[in-house]
């Protein structure tokens, strides 16, 4: 079983910037591919960033491409996304997620984290 819990989130205004952090139970967290994902009020949960397990590969949406940051610190557990230029359209839930069985992308994600809220004023 692998706990996922998000945390970071907030209210910022819209060029500001917010960093997200996600803190994983489990021995083997260096090999877990992670991912974020976020659902907007009345829509799907959409993909946002996914990362390899040694951090070498990262995978971004067309939509938060150059503003957003995937990154990991296998020695801590935890997972980053950096939200920079942040505009009311990624105001959302935020997830992250955790495949534990394979780093070779798409990525099948096995657990998930409660969310955390991002909200961007304008």
């Known amino acids: 079983q692998v706990e996922l819990v998000e945390s970071g989130g907030g209210l910022v205004q819209a060029g500001g910037s917010l960093r997200l952090s996600c803190a994983a139970s489990?021995?083997?967290?260096?090999?877990?591919?992670m991912g974020w994902f976020r659902q907007a009020p009345g829509k799907e949960r959409e993909f946002v960033a996914a990362?390899?397990?040694?951090?070498?590969?990262?995978y971004y949406a067309g939509s938060v491409k150059g503003r957003f940051t995937i990154s990991r610190d296998n020695a801590k557990n935890t997972v980053y996304l950096q939200m920079n230029s942040l505009k009311p359209e990624d105001t959302a839930v935020y997830y992250c997620?955790?495949?534990?069985?394979?780093?070779?992308?798409?990525?099948?994600?096995?657990?998930w984290g409660q969310g955390t809220q991002v909200t961007v004023s304008s």
């Open positions: 990362i390899s397990w040694s951090g070498g590969n990262t």
């Open positions: 997620a955790a495949d534990v069985y394979s780093d070779l992308p798409p990525y099948e994600y096995d657990y």
């Open positions: 489990g021995r083997t967290f260096s090999r877990y591919a």
